[in-house]
C-alpha cells in the first residue's frame, strides 16, 4: 500500500509540476506580450514628440535620469532603450496602423499627451496570421530589436520572428541567422507576386510559402543529364501525398494533365492544386531543362484560361510556379518583370542529385525502422 502511495505521489509531483510549468508559460508569453505594448506605446509617445523637434536634443537622457530617479530600480528605461522603443514603433506602425510613422510633414503630425500601451492582439489587421502574431508576442524586444535593426523587409521580418519563436531560438542563434543571410538562403523564390497579387494577405503566403529548391526524395534517376518531364510528374501523382506535404500542409490536389479548353482547343496543365488559406489554383508546369523564357507566357496563358473557365466568383486569382532543373535569376527576373499574373520559378532535383553529406542520411523510413 505504501508504495502504491508514493507512485501517486510521484504522479501527483510530475503533473503539479507540468501544470506549473505550463501556467509559467502561459504567464511569461502573457506578460512579454504585454510588454511589447507598453514599448511600441511608449515610442510612439517619443517618436510623436521627438521627431516634431518638440523636445530638445537630450530630451530622453533627461527624461530616463528622471524617471530612474523617481522609481529606484527601474530597469530596460534608459535612453538606449526608449530610443529603440521609438525605432520599434517606427518598424511596425505601417503594419500595425496602416499608416506612416514619421509623415513628410512634420509640423502636421498629432501629439498625443497619454501613453496607451498598443493592444496587439485587438488591432490585428486582417492580413496578419494569428499564428504569425502568436509568434511576434512571443519573442522578447531584445530579439525584436535585432530583427528589425538588421532587416529592412517586411517578409523577412516576420521570417525571423517565426523561426525564432516557433524554434526556440536564442539571441546567439538569431544573430547568426541574420549574418547568414538564412531568409535567402532558405529559398526566397523569385516571382512577380509583389507586384501581381493585389490581396495583401495572399501575397504574404504565397511569398512564403514556395521554395526556391525542391528535392523529390521519392524520385531517383540514374542519368541526371536525360530526364523525362512525364516520368517526373508520374512520380510525383504516385507519391502526391508527400510531394503536397513538401509544399505545405495547405494543398489540395486537383489533377494531373488538367484539361481547360480555349476556343475549342484542349490544352493540359502539368499538375494542378488548390490552396485552402489564399482560396486559389495553383498550376505547375515541370521542365525538364534550364528555365526558359518562353515557358512563362505558356503558363501565364493557362492561368487565364483558369481564371476565365475554372475560378469561381469567390476565389482568388490563380498562381503559377514553373519547375524546372535549373536556372538563371537574371533571367527570371527580366522574364517575369512585365507578366500580368502572378508566377514563379523553382527548381527540383532527385534526392540522388544531392551532395555526398546529405545523401548520407537516413530516409524518414530507415529513421522509423532504426528507432
Known amino acids: 500500500m505504501e508504495q502504491i502511495v508514493r507512485a501517486d505521489y510521484v504522479q501527483a509531483v510530475k503533473a503539479i509540476k507540468q501544470a506549473i510549468q505550463v501556467s509559467r508559460y502561459r504567464v511569461s508569453r502573457h506578460a512579454n506580450g504585454e510588454s511589447l505594448g507598453l514599448y511600441y506605446g511608449v515610442g510612439k509617445y517619443i517618436s510623436e514628440h521627438s521627431r516634431n523637434a518638440a523636445w530638445g536634443t537630450s530630451a530622453i537622457e533627461h527624461i530616463?535620469?528622471?524617471?530612474?530617479?523617481?522609481?529606484?530600480?527601474?530597469?530596460?528605461?534608459?535612453?538606449?532603450?526608449?530610443?529603440?522603443?521609438?525605432?520599434?514603433?517606427?518598424?511596425?506602425?505601417?503594419?500595425?496602423?496602416?499608416?506612416?510613422?514619421v509623415p513628410n510633414n512634420l509640423g502636421i503630425m498629432p501629439i498625443t499627451t497619454e501613453i496607451q500601451p498598443f493592444m496587439f492582439r485587438s488591432a490585428v489587421p486582417n492580413e496578419i496570421e494569428e499564428q504569425d502574431l502568436e509568434s511576434f508576442l512571443s519573442i522578447g524586444f531584445?530579439?525584436?530589436?535585432?530583427?528589425?535593426?538588421?532587416?529592412?523587409d517586411i517578409s523577412a521580418r516576420w521570417f525571423y520572428i517565426r523561426k525564432?519563436?516557433?524554434?526556440?531560438?536564442?539571441?546567439?542563434?538569431?544573430?547568426q541567422a541574420l549574418r547568414d543571410d538564412l531568409y535567402h538562403a532558405e529559398g526566397s523564390m523569385p516571382s512577380n507576386f509583389a507586384q501581381t497579387i493585389p490581396n495583401e494577405k495572399q501575397r504574404a503566403i504565397a511569398m512564403q510559402t514556395f521554395?526556391?529548391?525542391?528535392?523529390?526524395?521519392?524520385?531517383?534517376v540514374e542519368d541526371p543529364d536525360y530526364v523525362d518531364e512525364r516520368d517526373v510528374e508520374q512520380h510525383i501523382v504516385n507519391n502526391i501525398k508527400n510531394f503536397m506535404m513538401s509544399l505545405g500542409n495547405e494543398f489540395t490536389f486537383m489533377g494531373n494533365q488538367y484539361r481547360v479548353i480555349v476556343d475549342e482547343k484542349e490544352r493540359f496543365i502539368d499538375l494542378l492544386f488548390y490552396h485552402r488559406r489564399m482560396r486559389c489554383m495553383?498550376?505547375?508546369?515541370?521542365?525538364?531543362?534550364?528555365?526558359?523564357?518562353?515557358?512563362?507566357?505558356?503558363?501565364?496563358?493557362?492561368?487565364?484560361?483558369?481564371?476565365?473557365?475554372v475560378k469561381l466568383p469567390d476565389e482568388n486569382p490563380s498562381i503559377g510556379i514553373i519547375l524546372c532543373r535549373d536556372k538563371s535569376n537574371t533571367e527570371v527576373e527580366f522574364t517575369?518583370?512585365?507578366?500580368?499574373?502572378?508566377?514563379?520559378?523553382?527548381?527540383?532535383?532527385?534526392?540522388?542529385?544531392?551532395?555526398?553529406?546529405?545523401?548520407?542520411?537516413?530516409?524518414?523510413?530507415?529513421?522509423?525502422?532504426?528507432?
Open 142 to 152: 531584445t530579439h525584436h530589436v535585432t530583427i528589425f535593426s538588421k532587416t529592412k
Open 211 to 220: 521554395k526556391e529548391n525542391n528535392v523529390l526524395d521519392f524520385w531517383h
Open 64 to 101: 530616463s535620469n528622471q524617471l530612474q530617479q523617481e522609481m529606484p530600480g527601474l530597469k530596460g528605461f534608459s535612453a538606449e532603450n526608449m530610443r529603440k522603443m521609438r525605432l520599434f514603433y517606427e518598424a511596425w506602425v505601417d503594419v500595425f496602423e496602416n499608416r506612416s510613422a
Open 282 to 309: 495553383v498550376a505547375i508546369e515541370l521542365k525538364n531543362g534550364e528555365f526558359q523564357p518562353e515557358y512563362a507566357g505558356k503558363l501565364n496563358f493557362y492561368l487565364s484560361a483558369l481564371d476565365e473557365y
Open 336 to 371: 517575369l518583370r512585365d507578366m500580368s499574373k502572378p508566377l514563379g520559378v523553382a527548381t527540383y532535383c532527385s534526392v540522388d542529385e544531392l551532395p555526398e553529406h546529405y545523401r548520407a542520411l537516413p530516409s524518414a523510413d530507415e529513421l522509423r525502422k532504426l528507432m
Open 164 to 175: 525564432a519563436a516557433t524554434e526556440f531560438w536564442g539571441y546567439r542563434r538569431l544573430e
